[in-house]
């Protein structure tokens, strides 16, 4: 006789730190500039005092976004392989917007459904995340409503842990940078402080070298059995 503990769904994210004064003040001084010359979206921010910008022109950056996703995106790729993908491949940002948390604003709970990843980069906050953790969220939904782990959770008895946990929460501490696969639903709390939060969020693809080349072998390949 044998038993075997098996995690068949896992989810994992990428945290990382890549502060430097110089690159995180321009990029809050750029984003602040594009508030005062653009009109906020409403998308998932909500509160009176929520900016969020428009979808950014990725072939018309400034420059200290570029430096961003210059230090950032290397750092990424060993999180994508680890996520098993076997060929090589690219990453490419899609979609980049800014957002201005104040006082009382929060964002909802949503996800990213035409991407592949998504990140969020902090670059203004106050410490002990009372200006609005990052939230993910479990993407088996059914645990928060599972009446014995609610239960045991409520009453101290629960061990929290990847296979158990209904949440989790990220401080934004600035120059920290979080990456996730864009089905995940995510929500930012409250900001309880009187300083601005301020990040910026976006999408991206994977593209695997070769792809098209190999599903055409793979189509030959079934002709030929058939």
Known sequence: MSTEIITPFKTDYLRGNIYDKELNDSIIEEIYKTEKEE????QTNAGINSYQSPLRIMNDLPQCMLNLFNKMFPLIIPYVKHMG?????????NELWYNINRKHAFNSVHRHVHS??????FAKSEEAGESGFLTLYNPDE????????????NDGHLNMQSNNCFRWSIVPEPGTFVVFPSHIKHSVEVNG???DRISL???FFCRVKDRE???????NEERIKK
């Open 142 to 153: 059914g645990l928060e409503i599972n009446h014995f782990m609610v239960g045991v959770a």
């Open 213 to 219: 080349q190999d599903r055409e072998r793979l189509r």
């Open 193 to 195: 402080r009187d300083s």
């Open 39 to 42: 009109p906020s979206t409403k």
């Open 116 to 121: 592949h990843f998504s990140f969020v980069y």
């Open 201 to 203: 969020a976006g999408d």
């Open 85 to 93: 993908i076997k060929k090589d491949f690219s990453i490419s940002c």
